[in-house]
């Protein structure tokens, strides 16, 4: 198992900034890739942003907005997210496509950070 620690969600206001961090823990062998997805109230878990190696993949709606990065010597992932917009209201959840010791490969998830964007 791979547990996955979240924090850094909170209410901002528009146009406001926060950085989400995620750190993933347990017999991680290797990773690779480490993600974030967010829920709004009754929509789909959609993607927002994704990072393997050196590569960075985001949702139109974010791009220019948000920055994904990951600490040199820690299994942490980090969301930089500026200009926020009532739209980015949502839980967000940390993924990590990693493998064990074991050498088995699955996905695992955090249990999710409410970010509330609001006047």
């Known amino acids: 198992q791979v547990p996955l620690v979240e924090s850094g969600g909170g209410l901002v206001q528009p146009g406001g900034s926060l950085r989400l961090s995620c750190e993933a823990f347990g017999s991680i062998f290797s990773i690779n890739a480490m993600g974030w997805y967010r829920q709004a109230p009754g929509k789909q878990r959609e993607l927002v942003a994704t990072i393997s190696g050196r590569t960075t993949n985001y949702a139109d709606s974010v791009k220019g907005r948000f920055t994904i990065s990951t600490h040199d010597r820690r299994n942490m992932v980090y969301l930089q997210m500026n200009e926020l917009k009532p739209e980015d209201t949502a839980v967000y959840f940390c993924?990590?496509?990693?493998?064990?010791?074991?050498?088995?490969?699955?996905?695992?998830w955090g249990q999710g950070t409410q970010v509330t964007v609001s006047s």
């Open positions: 993924n990590v496509d990693a493998t064990t010791t074991d050498r088995r490969r699955n996905d695992y």
